[in-house]
């Protein structure tokens, strides 16, 4: 795995997980993974660590899906890494290694804490409907968040709990997988900035998307933040007055 262009981007992982590399005599690569596996608060890296085993421990640090055995071990715990991260690994040309290190740098990347719901739906609540994790679909890994609107109304669906801490003046991109449960809903999706004090600052909405029961379909949107540091939150809600059971997966929200 050691060429420039994994290495490179092991360290951009390594930058959005906002760990530190130490100085020393190992190979840039592994004192990169140290890192990775101190900034997930994995089990701690020491020299005697070696890359496979900087993997392991990464990937146990991440989350509860386990590697599979079919073949090279470092590719093996690379796709395990990706789908804790819900990174799912594009098809290409080029080495799978550098595609599963590419979605894991984009995925490293996101403000949103829970955003496949493999455990559970923590961080999300229901603003005039209930939510559920559901392991029937997934765009990604095992789970999805399932939105119910049972008595027909407007703007009623998810949204993140206490939103994602960001920077004055910072450009941030959002992004959902949505499918609908039964039916044809149209939803709109947001992203809401907030102060501190949890007071409405700005919003950016999206509106009139058809859901079907057939496909995943994947929405994005953008903010601007203004200059008062604060929070911005993610909704996924009815468009016009109805009720809806819709999913979501895959929630992305990053600077842009």
């Known amino acids: 795995m050691a060429d420039r262009e994994a290495i490179t981007l092991l360290d951009a992982i390594r930058s959005n997980l906002g760990g530190t590399v130490e100085e020393g005599t190992a190979y840039e690569e592994v004192r990169i993974l140290r890192a990775i596996v101190a900034a997930e608060s994995g089990e701690a890296a020491t020299d005697d660590y070696e890359r496979v085993e900087l993997l392991r421990a990464w990937l146990a640090a991440t989350g509860n899906v386990t590697a599979g055995t079919d073949g090279y071990e470092e590719i093996e715990l690379l796709r395990a890494i990706a789908e804790n991260y819900n ?5 290409g040309s080029k080495y799978e290694t550098i595609r599963a290190l ?61 939103g994602e801490a960001v920077s004055a003046g910072t450009p941030y991109t959002g992004s959902l997988w949505l499918r609908a449960s039964s039916g044809t809903p149209t939803i709109a999706i947001s992203l809401v900035e907030y102060t501190g004090a ?58 842009a």
């Open 87 to 91: 990174a799912p690994i594009l098809t």
């Open 102 to 162: 590419e979605a894991i740098r984009d995925a490293s990347a996101n403000l949103i804490t829970n955003p496949g719901f493999e455990t559970d739906p923590s961080g999300w609540e229901g603003s005039g409907a209930s939510i559920a994790r559901i392991t029937s679909d997934a765009k990604f890994g095992s789970a999805c968040l399932e939105v119910t609107v049972g008595s027909p109304a407007d703007l009623a669906g998810a949204r993140r709990s206490s």
């Open 198 to 255: 949890d007071a409405f600052v700005k919003t950016n909405t999206q509106t009139g998307i058809e859901l079907n029961t057939s496909e995943w379909l994947q929405t994005s949107l953008s903010i601007t933040t203004q200059a008062t540091t604060g929070i911005v939150r993610v909704y996924a809600a009815t468009f016009g007055s109805q009720t809806a059971t819709f999913k979501v997966d895959g929630a992305r929200l990053v600077a």
